[in-house]
């Protein structure tokens, strides 16, 4: 995984991300063997910012019942990371 778009997949939307965007922290959705350094690396490069601090976080997926015939599933697991940018940086997630 040496391209930066191959390590970050999509950034989180939920009301939880929005609240952390305040305190200049942005969360994304990365790939399941990313390290920390390279998480770093990516967004430093995809979004020309520069990176504070990295928290990374593995989320089990949900078991989930068909409600036609009754069996079961799973839904997949996410591996999210939580970067906090330096004082004065931000990233426009939601450009036109």
Known sequence: ???PRDI??????SE?????IEQNAYTF??????TKPQIKDAIEEIFSVKVRKVNTLNRKGKRKQ?????TWGKRPDVKRAI??????????????
């Open 66 to 70: 068909n409600r036609r015939n009754g």
């Open 16 to 20: 939880k991300s929005y609240a952390l």
């Open 8 to 13: 970050i997949r999509e950034p989180v939307v």
């Open 1 to 3: 995984m040496s391209h």
């Open 29 to 34: 959705n990365v790939a399941k063997t990313a």
């Open 83 to 96: 970067v906090t940018l330096a004082e004065g940086d931000s990233i426009d997630l939601f450009e036109a």
